[in-house]
């Protein structure tokens, strides 16, 4: 059984995968719907990135990737 994508680190590989040329600016609710992550799970990954620099908030709230 692969647990690719259950451990943290698959879990930030999904959100940050979630953005591309296409799609740099995403919603918190679209990055859940697009990652199959539940929204609280979403919103922490997503915390932690920005705090690592990684993503950034938009002036309208939307993540970026950075």
Do not use: C, Y
Request: proline letters at 2%; zero cysteines.
């Amino acid at each position: 059984m692969s647990t690719t994508g259950n451990t943290a680190a698959g879990k930030v590989l999904k959100v940050l995968a979630a953005f591309d040329r296409e799609r740099p600016s995403r919603t918190l609710s679209q990055i859940a719907q697009d990652t199959g992550l539940a929204l609280s799970t979403a919103h922490r990954v997503v915390a932690e990135l920005a705090e690592w620099g990684a993503l950034e908030r938009d002036g309208d709230g939307h993540g970026t990737s950075g």
